[in-house]
């Protein structure tokens, strides 16, 4: 499997990882040697993200176990924006955010990513 990640997906990580949650790099390795198993989304751990209108898997990985924050286990609030291209066994990450700063994920990135404009209703 190979990994990929946005320029904003890293800019998210440096950020929450610099002071708050420190453990984030290294809980990231842990997640990608998960997802090179079982990169489908597979409820109760991740979700697929629906009506997006995208050729690929989007899932939002909800029980992520961060250590920076002890005794919150899985249920860390730590949320985690990624595609899955089966063809080319590729996972690209897309957004990664605290819940507590950010309640939903940022579908305008997500259709950046796929060169989706997306209409203003």
Request: hydrophobic share 35%; proline share 3%.
């Amino acid at each position: 499997m190979k990994f990929e990640s946005l320029a904003e997906f890293e800019k998210d990580l440096k950020r929450l990882s610099r002071k708050r949650f420190r453990s984030l790099p290294q809980d990231l390795g842990t997640l990608k040697k998960f997802l090179a198993v079982s990169p489908h989304a597979s409820p109760p751990v991740s979700f697929s993200i629906s009506n997006l209108d995208v050729q690929h898997e989007i899932a939002k990985i909800k029980k992520f176990a961060c250590r920076a924050l002890k005794g919150r286990g899985a249920n860390s609030g730590i949320r985690i924006i990624y595609a899955f291209h089966q063809e080319e066994q590729k996972i690209v990450f897309i957004e990664m955010y605290f819940k507590g700063d950010k309640e939903n994920e940022d579908r305008a990135r997500i259709l950046k990513y796929y060169n989706i404009k997306q209409s203003k209703d």
